[in-house]
């Protein structure tokens, strides 16, 4: 990918675009959101931008990336990339504003109808989940069970790593210690390879859980502001469940 995007020809884009995903997989946070800024809207940079801006808590500029990288590619005339990026925007107002998310997810749906797009349709369903983390009468388990059992038949591993980000949200969010214990260790054990490893540390953020061992991701702002970020997103859905809101 290197050579292709040092060779600047037409793929040279796709590749940059894909050497910015490969530092994100490890957590080089800091070398993808600075690869993202070279994109340019043949390399898809508000995607990449948003991609990074979610993991580090910051759900105002990742849905801020995301709705314009919906609306490029709407301008562009390039309906799965709008799609795409509307689904990632309902997914990570999810986590912010349920009352938002829902309308975001309906027009996700929307955007989706007719078009080829798996592991873009089970973001939107995890988003559906994240809105109702919470909520006592969303019968969240059996709708977890179900897309879990739809990802594995379509062999989509990162989706099943953010339904299980989802869940470690809502686990979080009703203090259900035991469960939010199980999630980590699969999420551990599905991230074995190194891959996505920072979701683990991601779901102890979330409930202001210690690390057992220091992170190996490299967060934007550093790992105190990161973890911050994401606790107070949980602290802010437990307030909201109390007022009923």
Request: include cysteine.
């Amino acid at each position: 990918m290197q050579l292709v995007a040092d060779g600047g020809g037409r793929l040279a884009p796709a590749a940059r675009r894909g050497l910015a995903h490969l530092a994100r997989l490890v957590g080089d946070f800091p070398t993808a959101l600075d690869s993202a800024r070279t994109l340019g809207w043949e390399g898809r940079h508000h995607r990449v931008e948003g991609d990074v801006w979610w993991l580090q808590g910051d759900m105002d500029r990742a849905a801020a990336a995301y709705e314009a990288d919906r609306n490029e590619a709407e301008q562009h005339g390039v309906t799965c990339e709008r799609a795409h990026g509307q689904a990632h925007r309902a997914f990570v107002l999810a986590f912010t504003d349920p009352a938002l998310a829902g309308d975001e997810i309906d027009l996700a749906q929307q955007l989706l109808a007719g078009l080829d797009l798996r592991a873009t349709v089970f973001i939107t369903r995890i988003a559906a989940l994240l809105r109702d983390a919470g909520r006592d009468d969303a019968d969240i388990h059996d709708r977890a069970q179900v897309l879990r059992a739809d990802i594995r038949t379509a062999g989509l591993t990162y989706a099943e790593l953010a339904l299980d980000l989802a869940l470690a949200f809502r686990h979080a969010v009703r203090a259900a210690h035991d469960d939010l214990t199980d999630t980590i260790a699969r999420l551990r054990e599905n991230t074995r390879s190194g891959d996505y490893a920072y979701y683990s540390d991601i779901a102890h953020f979330m409930a202001a859980l210690p690390l057992e061992s220091a992170s190996a991701a490299r967060w934007t702002d550093g790992e105190p502001a990161t973890r911050q970020r994401w606790h107070a997103l949980v602290t802010t859905r437990q307030a909201g469940v109390r007022t009923g809101r």
